[in-house]
């Protein structure tokens, strides 16, 4: 069975500052990886994933993440955040197969102090 | 873009009421899924649908749970008879199959059972 942990249940980090959330994951078939993002009162929105290929998968608003096999991880960062990018990110993995559920992490609550 | 489309937004409802909540999935989307949020946790799986069957239940989803897609748009949850511990963000998503994901959650539903 697939397993994703996310350590870390809040952080805390001043504006314009750097931020990884840490995500491990855990599997013995190859996974998707994906992270979505829940601002306050909304739905989940992805935010980027990886398929294959390049192990840096970036999205438009400036988050990127790595994926890292050996480590089985995939961390999201951001070089400086804004008070904007107050959410709650879930790390989620899904079976290579058509139909396949996601499997969520307990999610990230990320909270930018001004 | 095209969206899921979920309602109502919110929903209040007595203990032992039956509740049904309602999902417009893409059109061209072939698998659906609903997920439930209990406030302040992670995000769990709860069915899948493919093909007018259940490819796919949680334990979560036991004999109070039931899915249908009556009309061909619309994708439902029913829950029986409502205990307070159903009170959750619920979320449909809808994929379009073939290979490699591509999920499109929707804003979900909040169920308040009283």
């Known amino acids: 069975a697939q397993s994703v942990t996310q350590l870390d249940s809040q952080v805390p980090v001043f504006e314009e500052a750097p931020v990884e959330l840490r995500c491990n994951y855990s599997?013995?078939?190859?996974?998707?990886l994906f992270w979505y993002v829940q601002y306050p009162n909304q739905g989940l929105q992805l935010l980027l994933k990886?398929?294959?290929?390049?192990?840096l998968v970036e999205s438009i608003n400036g988050f990127e993440a790595e994926f890292n096999k050996s480590q089985t991880s995939f961390h999201l960062r951001k070089p400086s955040v804004h008070i904007s990018d107050t959410a709650e990110y879930f790390c989620?993995?899904?079976?290579?197969?058509?139909?396949?559920?996601?499997?969520f992490g307990k999610g990230t609550r990320l909270h930018i102090l001004p | 873009e095209p969206e899921v489309t979920q309602t109502p937004s919110h929903q209040v409802t007595q203990m032992g009421q039956e509740v049904i909540l309602r999902c417009v999935p893409i059109?061209?989307?072939?698998?659906f899924y609903w997920y439930r949020q209990i406030l302040g946790q992670k995000v769990e799986f709860l069915v899948s649908?493919?093909?007018?069957?259940?490819?796919?239940k949680s334990e979560i989803f036991d004999d109070q749970f039931s899915v249908e897609r009556p009309d061909g748009s619309n994708f439902t949850l029913k829950i029986r008879s409502t205990k307070l511990e159903d009170s959750a963000m619920y979320f449909c998503?809808?994929?379009?199959?073939?290979?490699?994901?591509?999920?499109?959650f929707g804003s979900g539903t909040r169920l308040t059972v009283v």
């Open positions: 990886y398929l294959s290929g390049s192990t």
């Open positions: 998503a809808s994929k379009k199959g073939g290979t490699g994901p591509g999920y499109t």
């Open positions: 599997s013995s078939v190859s996974v998707y």
């Open positions: 989620a993995v899904s079976l290579m197969n058509r139909d396949d559920k996601i499997i």
């Open positions: 649908f493919y093909n007018n069957e259940i490819s796919e």
């Open positions: 059109s061209n989307h072939l698998y």
